[in-house]
């Protein structure tokens, strides 16, 4: 059985939103299932903005991982969260409309299985505007 979770500074839930579809897990890496969310703006319009921003980036990556073939690659990853028709990378200009952010700040893949050494790969900005580099364990 595979189970995914939520993890917040009070609690751990298990997320029911996020699921396996055809071998594959969909995260978003957002929340979907917390009860524990605060709204750092003073504001529950930005929560629920926030969730809609956060699954309509679950749907896109869902209908990009179904559109993949069987084995998808780090490659293929890396694609998927550079995404900008969802959009899964934000670059700042919904910040401020709902949105407590507004951008993605970052990013990361853990490779343990393409042939390579098992590895990271981190784009340090938008993943859309700043390439991953890759980083391997030894």
Same mark, same amino acid.
């Given at each position: 059985?595979?189970?995914?979770?939520?993890?917040?500074?009070?609690?751990?839930?298990?997320?029911?939103?996020?699921?396996?579809?055809?071998?594959?897990?969909?995260?978003?890496?957002?929340?979907?299932? @917390? =009860? %524990? *969310?605060? +709204?750092?703006?003073?504001?529950?319009?930005? #929560?629920?903005?926030?969730?809609?921003?956060?699954? &309509?980036?679950?749907?896109?990556?869902?209908?990009?991982?179904?559109? @993949? =073939? %069987? *084995?998808? +690659?780090?490659?293929?990853?890396?694609?998927? #969260?550079?995404?900008?028709?969802?959009?899964?990378? &934000?670059?700042?200009?919904?910040?401020?409309?709902?949105?407590?952010?507004?951008?993605?700040?970052?990013?990361?893949?853990?490779?343990?299985?393409?042939?390579?050494?098992?590895?990271?790969?981190?784009?340090?900005?938008?993943?859309?505007?700043?390439?991953?580099?890759?980083?391997?364990?030894?």
């Amino acid at each position: 059985e595979v189970v995914t979770y939520e993890v917040s500074a009070n609690k751990v839930v298990t997320c029911p939103y996020v699921h396996l579809t055809d071998g594959k897990i969909e995260h978003t890496n957002h929340p979907l299932a @917390s =009860s %524990d *969310l605060r +709204d750092l703006s003073g504001s529950d319009a930005a #929560l629920r903005n926030i969730s809609v921003s956060t699954q &309509l980036r679950l749907a896109t990556a869902q209908a990009m991982l179904k559109q @993949s =073939s %069987d *084995l998808i +690659d780090i490659n293929d990853v890396n694609s998927i #969260l550079s995404d900008r028709t969802g959009p899964i990378s &934000l670059d700042g200009a919904l910040a401020g409309k709902g949105r407590m952010i507004g951008y993605t700040a970052g990013s990361m893949v853990l490779d343990l299985k393409s042939g390579k050494a098992p590895g990271i790969e981190i784009s340090t900005g938008p993943p859309h505007a700043v390439d991953y580099q890759r980083y391997t364990f030894q």
